[in-house]
């Protein structure tokens, strides 16, 4: 079957830390993988799109890997402040459809 | 506003009413999806539109939801004879390109919270 997993356990680390969160799928064929982040009763916001043919996109403090052998995707926050606690959501975006399919999201939170 | 708006915020409702959800896009996108959010789940999707027409309403879970978009902007979400399984907060995202998540992101709203007794 096809399957999106996230970590369901919350991430709690120290401020400072590097944040690494883990999206893995299966009987998938993504064109693109997307990641949002989530405020409690907020709607998803977009952080970063990688593309199937890249291996790492960066973005300030964030940083995206995707490996389509593994059937992975890491999502890192570095120098983590207490400000990027928030569900972070993986997407995939298949070849034959223009709908984002969402993973369950992890909850990080980090502490000061 | 510059972003996608929701309304109602909120909505509690009984078990057989009928609710309307609404969602105003951001000018000028042209797809605009539905999603379904459960307590502790991420977004499922539900529908999508390019334009006026759905492209895609493989997610509605059964004939009691329906959607339009009438004039290709603002959509409504109806869902006839409410059940207590209903209960989730519906989000709206639109999508400024032709090709809808291949184009980028999504832009969503803050959803609306149905509640139904």
């Known amino acids: 079957s096809q399957k999106i997993e996230q970590n369901s356990e919350a991430l709690n680390i120290q401020e400072g830390k590097t944040a690494t969160l883990t999206c893995n799928y299966t009987?998938?064929?993504?064109?693109?993988l997307q990641w949002y982040r989530q405020d409690p009763g907020r709607g998803p916001v977009f952080l970063l799109l990688i593309r199937e043919n890249e291996k790492e996109k960066r973005k300030e403090r964030l940083k995206v890997t995707f490996d389509t052998t593994l059937k992975q995707s890491l999502f890192h926050i570095t120098a983590s402040q207490p400000a990027d606690s928030a569900t972070y959501l993986c997407a995939l975006d298949l070849y034959n459809t223009d709908k984002l399919i969402f993973g369950t999201g992890t909850r990080l939170q980090v502490f000061p | 506003g510059a972003g996608v708006s929701q309304t109602p915020s909120n909505k509690v409702t009984e078990k057989g009413k009928y609710v309307e959800l609404r969602c105003d896009p951001i000018?000028?996108?042209?797809?605009l999806y539905w999603y379904r959010q459960s307590l502790g789940q991420g977004p499922e999707f539900l529908i999508y539109?390019?334009?006026?027409?759905?492209?895609?309403d493989s997610g509605l879970p059964n004939d009691r939801f329906f959607a339009v978009r009438p004039e290709g902007s603002v959509s409504t979400l109806k869902i006839q004879r409410t059940e207590r399984g209903d209960s989730a907060v519906y989000l709206c995202?639109?999508?400024?390109?032709?090709?809808?998540?291949?184009?980028?992101?999504?832009?969503f709203g803050e959803g609306s919270r149905l509640t139904v007794l």
């Open positions: 000018s000028g996108h042209t797809a």
């Open positions: 539109f390019q334009g006026t027409g759905a492209a895609d």
């Open positions: 009987n998938y064929s993504p064109a693109y």
């Open positions: 995202a639109s999508s400024p390109g032709t090709s809808g998540g291949k184009s980028g992101e999504l832009f």
